[in-house]
């Protein structure tokens, strides 16, 4: 392993590209850690985003304007917001507001990497929510209609009838906003979370090796982005319904 | 819900005067802020229209050496974080370029600017593309018979026609990279994040904090909102 590394530096070398913090155990130590964290917290994103979008969905359709008339105002606000300034808005105003609540922030328990976590989440939820619904909505009103006949509640229809039907039409959108979800990551490099574009800076700026950190950013991003996008193309030859686009 | 909203932003400022005339005296300092991300998202989006246009056509054309390149680059930065983007191309341009013996500095304004036209390019590219491949193909052929050359027959034909298609996604595209301006406080662009960040540090009155935020959130969205809000109008009208 040790020799791998160090023939693929003085490879890198050759044609011009310094690699040379491999070598040191501190910084390699942290620029896997930075990939670690970027991978989990993709891991941990996806699933959650989907969730909330998917209770999102059920709000932004359901017959109560109660329930709908804020999930649209959310879903709105969301869409139409830059991230970072939502994430920047928890950290700075939310978080200080709670410390503050709670007599300081060393009662505080939320960190900067839980509203990391919950930012990203909610804001592809949103995205995930309006694809669903105009899935939803493309459920014919004659299929909708039959399953209420059969003695489906209105939650029932969503879970058994419109749902399944939505995510198959939602999907390619769906795959999208993940791919997005991939990229927005890298905004915990603004709160101090040490994921790899975080790690990787700290790296550069003791080594001026931008370039060379920059071309793995790109390949890592580009790794994964591909892992995802071959992942929904599977789930959407699973689900694909027979005589629908083929 | 929003005019709720501002009312009872209103109603705060209203009961407490010192926190108005606080906002009245920064809401210029914030404005040039939000001026930068004007400026910004509309040369990003200028660069990255042009150059996504011609890399859109590159991608389909028929010589292997031109489609290779474009379909390689689209690839690589359509899945490339805006913020890599701008961070790549603030470290690695040089700071001031030297053109026969003057020193034409490069601001970092100009290279958050070329980090958004790359993302924007990109995905320029594949609205392009994909509206270009939505024309049916007899009207190549059609073009041809007529006596048009490939160029002549996109320019004067295919490209008319595309537009219409691809203009909802375009304007998505739009919104996104406006909203992707705000990243460019973390190299130091000194844009809106960056000013509500000074105002508040300068002040450090907990309320005046929050309401700097609120405003911020509240200029982005009225930038937003009038854009995303066409895009639909149009798609349901193109779904027609």
Redesign the interface.
Known sequence: MQDAVRGFIALAAQVGLNFDFLTSPFELRMWLDGMTTTLVLVALTIPLSLVCGVGLAAALTSNRPWLAGPARAYVELTRNTPTLVQLMFTVLVVNMLISQALGGAQNNPLGAYFWLVAVISLHVAALHAEALRGGIEAVPAATVEAARGLGFSRLEVLRVVELPLAVRTALPAIVNNLVNLVKLTTIGYAVAVNEITYASLMIWTQRDNVVELMIVLLLFFSAINLAVARFGAAVERRLAVPGYGQ | ??AGFCAAVALWLVLDPSLARLLLEWLPYLARGFAMNILISVLAMALGTLAGVALGAMELSQMRLVRAPAVAYV??FR??????LI??TT??FPFEIVALGHYIPFPDWVKAVIGLAIPASAHTAEITRGALQSIPTPQWDAAKGLGFSRIEALRFIILPQCLRRALPPWMNLT?SIC?????A??VGVHEL?HAA?DA?TAVSR?DF??LT??T??FA??LF??PV?RLTQRLERRLAR
């Open positions: 819900m929003a690839q690589v899945n490339a974080p805006h913020l890599v961070f790549a470290y690695i919104a909203m992707g301006t705000a990243l406080s973390l994040l960040t508040s907990t904090t929050v935020y609120v911020v959130l982005f969205f937003c909102y995303s």
